[in-house]
Nanobody
């Protein structure tokens, strides 16, 4: 069992930056692929970024590649999402998730946080 708690969301102007954190409980955090997803009002949840259990692989949605960076610190049981050059269309609730396999679909992730709101004003 893994419990996830996101933090770091907020209101930022377009072009600004935020860093999201996701703290995980459980001693097996380092075994999991970690992902970030987001959901805007009226839209389906979409994949943002993923990082493999050993920090060797990362993958990004085309819409955020070059602006967002996912990282993890297994010693701290924490995964991060550094978001730069934010745009109004990045406004959404951001969720972190843990899964046992490498994947980019929400159904491949087993555990989810409660989400943190990111609002980007124009």
């Amino acid at each position: 069992q893994v419990q996830l708690v996101e933090s770091g969301g907020g209101l930022v102007q377009a072009g600004g930056s935020l860093r999201l954190s996701c703290a995980a409980s459980g001693r097996t955090f380092s075994y999991y692929t970690m992902g970030w997803f987001r959901q805007a009002p009226g839209k389906e949840r979409e994949f943002v970024a993923a990082i493999s259990w050993n920090d060797m692989n990362t993958y990004y949605a085309a819409s955020v590649k070059g602006r967002f960076t996912i990282s993890r610190d297994n010693a701290k049981n924490t995964v991060y999402l550094q978001m730069n050059s934010l745009k109004p269309e990045d406004t959404a609730v951001y969720y972190c998730a843990a899964g046992r396999r490498w994947g980019f679909s929400a159904k491949e992730y087993d555990y989810w946080g409660q989400g943190t709101q990111v609002t980007v004003s124009s």
